[in-house]
């Protein structure tokens, strides 16, 4: 099993940046991909970005497109979540998300099968 440990998110005006950040445990970091899910109150917990285990390929939903960056190091074990241009609208409690099964990542919550403890990103207006 792997261990997930979020650190980053809080408060920000719209347009401003926040970064956060994910550390993994218990199992060779370089075989997982790794997802960001969001999940806003009273809404299903979405799909955000993804990166395959060894970096090259990476994946967005459209509304984060040309805002968010995803990236990872094999070495710190840890991944990425770089946003910017914030919108009111990103409003929500981010996870970070590992599977060991598909290496390319998903767009899937139900393919990820280990979960980190979630971090609240609030964004004014």
């Known amino acids: 099993q792997v261990q997930l440990v979020q650190s980053g998110g809080g408060l920000v005006q719209a347009g401003g940046s926040l970064r956060l950040s994910c550390a993994a445990s218990g199992r060779t970091f370089s075989s997982l991909a790794m997802g960001w899910f969001r999940q806003a109150p009273g809404k299903e917990r979405e799909f955000v970005a993804a990166i395959s285990w060894g970096g090259s390929r990476t994946y967005y939903t459209d509304s984060v497109k040309g805002r968010f960056a995803i990236s990872r190091d094999n070495v710190k074990n840890t991944v990425y979540l770089q946003m910017d241009s914030l919108k009111p609208d990103d409003t929500a409690v981010y996870y970070c998300?590992?599977?060991?099964?598909?290496?390319?990542?998903?767009?899937?919550?139900?393919?990820?099968?280990?979960w980190g403890q979630g971090t609240q990103v609030t964004v004014s207006s």
């Open positions: 998300a590992a599977t060991s099964v598909l290496h390319s990542g998903s767009a899937s919550a139900a393919d990820y099968d280990s």
